[in-house]
């Protein structure tokens, strides 16, 4: 019997990875590309390697914390930026059989930047979804199928192209990956009118563990439920979401109100504890909180608190609203900005006054610094008291920032486990804590240290049982995955902090769905044995 003659392509792939340098094995991926993609393409303008040229830009352009990128973060041996859906299939099957491990990255704004570094694994690769980024919105249905490497602020973009009374209720921020941002849930603006982005998700296609590409109906109503907040990186690469889009009123109103400790903020706050969450569910006032020169004495520190809000209506409605509901905050026709909608979205994403819309095009970053971040959920009001125990820690550190973003509204109509993401009714604001640094801080452990002794005192006034945390603002204090021991019982240190009860569910989904834990980071969702 003649003894069949194995391809070259094949015996590559039957390469160990402990032979393959960052270029013998992006050759065997190459090879393995074009056998299961159905197509041939240059390499060259989809995959990075350490020594092109373009690979330090390439990395770094969508990574928002740069305390991820240090010299000494771990790189990857490459980068594969697909331009088709079946590129990103081939991209699963052939890290597979190379036995690769991959990361996933759609906007570059996980928290500690486990979608471009990976302290738990290596090698690794990036497969970066920049490059997918198509939107098809459809006035007539009020839907959008959207790519995941599409930014938040493409998406409101395109749908101000076709309509000024359309608008979809997800992040602030700009230059969010769709395809990573509605994973974890996606809070905006629009959140006590219209709830999450995952609550208004009624399709999908992801790439499974298998490599199969699936819509809702293929992928089951449980693998649906898990994707729509349960976090990236665990159940496969989103490719497209379809969206639910909603009514916006044709004028909308904004208004930025700052009060500093010596303008009675305490008081003020600690009344806005008792009223956002109840307010009239057009009306959104988030606040912003941060130490700031003294007006009359700029040697002096104090805090400021800057109300940032939106309103789905006209001034006179709000000013009636807010007469009658916060009146000590004592909001006047003149800090009121009546607008469109899309205006609204970037003037609460921070643009100054007269950007046009194009720059939501740009889907780039504007925030990037090196920072650590945690969040709480409040469920009753934190005395005055406590309020002055925190500003005497903010006070002590160089670049704080607190935000407190109201809930109420439709988000106490839906129960806990209607999605994965369980932080519903009950709930009266979440906070989220950042310390910044610059490049070239010579100590940025001191950093990390003051925010996590600011994370202890808060313990008292914040959900306990589990302390429960916003995914999308990952945290890996609460713990991490190390490699071979992504255990049940480890990870319901975090799973129980951003999921409750939800994390059993996401368990045994996870269990069904990739039980070799293909999709896997520091902080992903575990397989059990039942």
Not at 70 to 82: L, M, N
Not at 83 to 97: E, M, N, P, R, Y
Not at 421 to 435: A, E, M, S, V, W
Not at 446 to 470: C, G, Q, T
Request: hydrophobic letters at 35%; a positive charge.
């Amino acid at each position: 019997m003649v003894s069949p003659i194995i391809p070259l392509s094949l015996l590559l792939l039957l390469l160990p990875l402990s032979l393959a340098n960052s270029a013998s094995l992006k050759q065997s991926f190459v090879q393995c590309l074009n056998l299961n993609s159905g197509t041939k393409y240059s390499p060259d303008s989809l995959i990075y390697t350490p020594s092109n040229p373009s690979f330090t830009t390439i990395l770094d352009t969508t990574a928002q914390n740069l305390r991820c990128l240090v010299p000494s973060a771990p790189k990857p041996e490459f980068i594969f930026t697909p331009d088709t859906d079946s590129l990103v299939q081939a991209a699963v099957i052939c890290s597979k059989k190379l036995g690769i491990h991959f990361i996933v990255r759609s906007g570059g704004h996980d928290y500690e930047g486990i979608s471009y570094v990976s302290e738990f694994e290596s090698p690794f690769i990036i497969i970066d979804l920049v490059k997918l980024r198509g939107i098809n919105v459809d006035i007539k249905s009020n839907t959008a199928w959207v790519q995941a490497g599409a930014t938040t602020g493409e998406l409101y973009y395109r749908i101000y192209e076709k309509s000024s009374v359309h608008g979809f209720p997800a992040g602030l921020c700009t230059s969010l990956g769709i395809g990573g941002h509605i994973t974890g849930g996606a809070y905006g603006s629009m959140m006590r009118k219209y709830g999450l982005g995952v609550d208004n998700v009624i399709d999908a296609k992801i790439v499974d563990a298998n490599g199969r590409i699936l819509d809702r109906k293929a992928m089951g109503e449980d693998l649906f439920w898990a994707i729509r907040g349960g976090g990236g990186g665990s159940f496969g690469i989103l490719l497209w979401w379809k969206l639910k889009l909603v009514p916006v009123p044709p004028t909308v109103t904004v208004f930025t109100v700052t009060k500093s400790l010596e303008q009675g903020a305490t008081k003020i706050l600690h009344r806005w504890q008792e009223v956002a969450p109840y307010i009239d569910e057009n009306l959104f006032i988030r606040v912003i909180i941060q130490p700031s020169s003294a007006a009359a004495n700029k040697t002096h520190r104090t805090v400021t608190t800057s109300y940032n809000a939106l309103f789905l209506g006209g001034a006179r409605t709000l000013l009636q609203i807010m007469k009658k509901s916060f009146p000590e905050l004592g909001l006047t026709r003149k800090d009121c900005l009546e607008t469109s909608w899309i205006n609204s979205v970037l003037y609460i994403a921070g643009f100054p006054s007269g950007t046009p819309p194009e720059v939501l095009l740009k889907g780039k970053p504007t925030f990037k610094n090196s920072f650590k971040a945690k969040s709480d959920f409040v469920r009753k009001p934190i005395p005055e008291t406590g309020l002055e125990g925190l500003w005497q820690r903010l006070l002590i550190e160089d670049s704080p920032l607190m935000i407190w973003n109201p809930y109420g509204g439709k988000m106490s109509q839906f129960s806990e486990s209607d999605t994965p993401f369980p932080h519903r009714n009950g709930t009266l604001y979440k906070i989220q804590y950042l310390t910044l640094w610059q490049e070239g801080d010579k100590n940025p452990a001191k950093h990390v240290d003051w925010i996590r002794k600011l994370y202890n005192y808060m313990d008292p006034y914040v959900s306990s049982f589990p302390r429960e945390a916003y995914v999308n603002y990952r945290d890996l204090d609460l713990g991490e995955n190390t490699k071979n021991s992504t255990t049940y019982e480890k990870a319901r240190s975090w799973g129980y902090s951003y999921y409750k009860n939800n994390y059993e569910r996401l368990v045994r989904i996870k269990t069904e769905v990739d039980p070799q834990n293909v999709f896997r980071h520091e902080q992903s969702i575990p397989t059990r044995r039942f």
